[in-house]
Structure formats: structure tokens, C-alpha cells
T-cell receptor, first 117, second 111 residues
């Protein structure tokens, strides 16, 4: 079946501009996660959506970052007034709801490579 | 994740088995061992996970020691496409959903 897809695959923007990154999770997965990975750095959790529950936004680095998940499927991560330190690979993952199955596993998309000039 | 330690890098010959070790001496009883890998310029890819029994799937085998303090990921017949960074993590299946990878092991498969 289709995996997690993300768009665009690459994005170059100028400092101060807003960007929107999109994620299409695996069909049937109700849990969706955003992470980012800076060059040579580990995985950094950003936000988690599960069904109609309030999202866990504890990983968002600043109020310039926000995310939505409409209709329980597609999600958009928005970065306002981008800064150079926002340059990173933004990864989306989806899974079955945590806790509902011992075999729940997060499946990642290919990522969006963001470069802020 | 500070709960696991892995070698920084290892080389493997194409067609041979690659055995990747991971130490997790402080693992608790309800934590699973998960393995992911990340091929250059791609997102992380789930490989396998287990609790205490050995596991095998189409990608790899996972051998967990009886005391669960260490494990080995086995790629039975490594190919050039298996060149990647391999991450071993321990996590509680369920509410521990914030994945965090350490430096992992950079595996280079050579022809």
C-alpha cells in the first residue's frame, strides 16, 4: 500500500517568508507526528495528533511553528517568518493509535528539506 | 537515545551477514527494542522490534539476550542498498511515542 507522502520534497525560501509543509499519512492511521532533523543532529519531536484529541504541541520550538490536521488525515506544518536556524529536514510519520496495539510502529515519509537563505 | 549504545560505524562485505550490536543495560521490563535505519536523504525506515523473544521478518532478524541487556540486528545477506545509519532504541509500546534517535551505527556495505 501507499506509504506516508510529503510535499514539497525540497523547499528553498528567504528569511522572513512563511512556508507550508504537507503530510499525507498512511490510510487508516489515526496518529500523525511531525519531527525535524537538522544536519548531523538527531530526531527532534515537534507535534503529535491523535484522532480528535488535542494535539501534543510540546515539541514546537517557538510560536512561529503551528500545525493543523484537517479531517483526521492530511496535516500541514506552517512556519511563519522563517529563520536560517529553521533549515532542516522536516519528517512526518503516522501510526496506529499508540496503546491500541503492541505492534504500533511509526512509519516515516521521505521528508521535506527546507533551506532558509 | 541515551538508553542505548551502539558502535559508531562498521563495514560489511556485500552478500555477507551484517551483525549490528546494541547495548541497553538499563532496559526496563515493559520496554521494547526497536530498530530503524535511515538511508542517505531518506526518512527513517522501521526494521523490526521485539520484547524478549527473537524476531525475524523479511528485512532482518533480532536476537535479544536472555537478560535483555543487549541485542543484535542481523541483516542476513547485506546488499549495497543496506548502506545506512542504523538506530537502536528502547521504548514502551504505547504512550512513549516521541521517538528519539542517538547517533546510531553507520553501516557501509562494500562490494
Amino acid at each position: 500500500g501507499a506509504g506516508v507522502s510529503q510535499s514539497p520534497s525540497n523547499k528553498v525560501t528567504e528569511k522572513g517568508k512563511d512556508v507550508e509543509l504537507r503530510c499525507d499519512p498512511i490510510s487508516g492511521h489515526t496518529a500523525l507526528y511531525w519531527y525535524r532533523q537538522s544536519l548531523g543532529q538527531g530526531l527532534e519531536f515537534l507535534i503529535y495528533f491523535q484522532g480528535n484529541s488535542a494535539p501534543d504541541k510540546s515539541g514546537l520550538p517557538s510560536d512561529r511553528f503551528s500545525a493543523e490536521r484537517t479531517g483526521g488525515s492530511v496535516s500541514t506544518l506552517t512556519i511563519q517568518r522563517t529563520q536560517q536556524e529553521d533549515s532542516a529536514v522536516y519528517l512526518c510519520a503516522s501510526s496506529s493509535p499508540p496503546g491500541t496495539s503492541v505492534k504500533e510502529t511509526q512509519y516515516f515519509g521521505p521528508g521535506t528539506r527546507l533551506l532558509v537563505l | 537515545d541515551a538508553k542505548t549504545t551502539q558502535p559508531t560505524s562498521m563495514d560489511c562485505a556485500e552478500g555477507r551477514a551484517a551483525n549490528l550490536p546494541c547495548n541497553h543495560s538499563t532496559i526496563s521490563g515493559n520496554e521494547y527494542v526497536y530498530w530503524y535505519r535511515q538511508i542517505h536523504s531518506q526518512g527513517p525506515q522501521y526494521i523490526i522490534h521485539g520484547l524478549k523473544n527473537n524476531e525475524t521478518n523479511e528485512m532482518a532478524s533480532l536476537i535479544i539476550t536472555e537478560d535483555r541487556k543487549s541485542s543484535t540486528l542481523i541483516l542476513p545477506h547485506a546488499t549495497l542498498r543496506d548502506t545506512a545509519v542504523y538506530y537502536c532504541i528502547v521504548r514502551v509500546a504505547g504512550n512513549d511515542y516521541k521517538l528519539s534517535f542517538g547517533a546510531g551505527t553507520t553501516v557501509t556495505v562494500r562490494a
